[in-house]
């Protein structure tokens, strides 16, 4: 493990915002995901050790984290903390739904776009990046 990661995370450690995310990125790349809800069918906790430590602290600290950080204001106008995660993964990975398909028509402050709009704008800006399995049968994310 990395020296600037000071202990392993955990499920039970992480945020809302977090869980959300990550529970978003495990079940877009599950090809064996139930149907249903995927956030009660156990798949979440049977992958989620899969993923490499390094990326799970890239994906919170370099993409949660910052992300909330940046956008504080527009979040408290939109969901809550564990659908505004899953939405940021959607989003930022034009998936077919997210920010922009949840009825946060309001405009957002200082802007002519919808709340909805403007978080699916700046979750562009982030790119895409997704989980893969790497030859040792972890999961790691792309850049």
Known sequence: MKPWIAKPIT?????LFEKGYITAALWTMDDDAPSGEFST???FETLFPLIDQESLF????????????ENKTLLALAGDDSQNGHDF???RNRHGCGFWDRGYEHNAPNSTLSIGDTLTDI???YGESDLYYGDDGKLYISP
């Not at 499920?11 to 945020?15: M, R």
């Not at 994906?59 to 909330?68: A, L, S």
Request: negative net charge; aromatic residues 8%.
């Open 58 to 69: 890239t994906m919170i600290e370099g993409d949660c984290r910052k992300f909330q950080e």
């Open 123 to 125: 979750c562009h800006t």
């Open 11 to 15: 499920i039970e450690s992480l945020s």
């Open 41 to 43: 069918s156990g798949r």
């Open 89 to 91: 993964y959607l989003s």
